[in-house]
């Protein structure tokens, strides 16, 4: 069974927009910030800033099922896959308090090198998959 | 044959993140703003604001196919399609310069009134496509 | 002596720019979301979106003392007085685990209703001072 | 008399708040890129890259006079004067239709290496001064 990361936030007044919810932008943000948790508990942060090697956004598939608002309790589930070069993130992001479905993403990223040569995963991110 | 709507923009600094080139959740911000620029030339703006009905995301998919950089001269191209309640927007971000894929998105939007209510596309809108 | 509120939030790794630190605008996102706090511990949010009344910035002042980085713990200290129609909000940023400054803020701000005309501050703020 | 910069832009949908107009901290984006334009007039962005060096915010001062919306046509003039280490950015948001003032900054910055050690302004930037 796939291992699964907990990434627990709460929604901020300024990430709303006109329409009055978190606008679709700001998904991502949250959803990238999990993947971040998920580097950092890893040591993979040390490993980014000496090689100059990076983790880029090649795909990203969202479905956004329902609607968040100010200081709504919310938390993201992710889980891994390596695919060849690729890292494959599966990410739910949930309702704390009603545990109702926010929304569902499909994140595909590489790792590359400073001259943005696809690069294996690291050994340190496989060994836990 | 479909119409195109082109949004023109360059990039800014501060859309830049700690790997030196643009935000995946820029693209976003951007692709939004294309959106914008039809509802506005649809006269929209005024239909949001009177009946508090508004369009919502749906779904996002996006390819990222390369990176931006700040003071990238930069187009958008959008065309339309109805589908049931569903507007599909399908977009692709081209360097201005070297008219190279920068990204390639298709988004499906719906809109609601303010209960959440889907509502058909404006005749205004179908009557373009 | 005049009450304080306290915010704590983690650095994030989309709020970095390119130089590799939290962007100075960014400051202003978190310190409007300490008074969104505080907002909330008035129930001013029901406030808000019954009366169609709002709280609009007119004047901020930030030094920015020191560098802020991804995962930095971190806190805002934020008091109110009122000054003739202003509610003015000093803010203090700190690193949580050295309780060294960030940055230190002072945010005029003016209740208005949905015509800008100026109101005086809710007396439930008013008696808290 | 000091030379003036001017930046042109168009409000952005995705920059509005729930209140409907562009968030506070948007200001601040708007105004570094208007600083970004003029560090790019004196070719400043390969010296950033190539010394390691950058530019910080120190200190801001900002008074919002007017609100902005969607699609206002807007532009920035910028003026710069040095004082010992510091560069300082005097700024003013004017709506490009109305020539109303939208907000007035003062944005001390300072350039420093790696480290963090203040250096000197760049004599590129203090012989146009």
């Known amino acids: 069974m796939k291992k699964t990361y907990k990434y627990n936030f709460t929604v901020r007044g300024y990430e709303?927009?006109?329409?009055?919810?978190?606008?679709?932008?700001?998904?991502?943000?949250y959803l990238e910030q999990a993947r971040w948790e998920i580097m950092n508990e890893f040591n993979l942060?040390?490993?980014?800033?000496?090689?100059?090697?990076?983790?880029?956004?090649?795909?990203?598939n969202i479905k956004y099922i329902?609607?968040?608002?100010?200081?709504?309790?919310?938390?993201?589930?992710?889980?891994?896959?390596?695919?060849?070069?690729?890292?494959?993130?599966?990410?739910m992001i949930r309702n704390k308090d009603t545990n109702q479905k926010i929304a569902k993403a499909e994140i595909k990223c590489i790792f590359v090198d400073k001259d943005r040569t696809p690069l294996d995963v690291p050994k340190i991110l496989t060994d836990s998959l």
Do not use: R
């Not at 709303?16 to 943000?29: E, I, Q, R, T």
């Open 66 to 91: 329902n609607e968040l608002n100010i200081f709504d309790n919310t938390f993201i589930d992710t889980s891994m896959q390596k695919s060849g070069f690729y890292l494959i993130f599966s990410q």
């Open 45 to 60: 942060l040390d490993y980014f800033k000496k090689t100059k090697n990076f983790l880029i956004v090649i795909e990203t």
């Open 16 to 29: 709303l927009d006109s329409f009055g919810h978190v606008n679709n932008a700001v998904y991502l943000n």
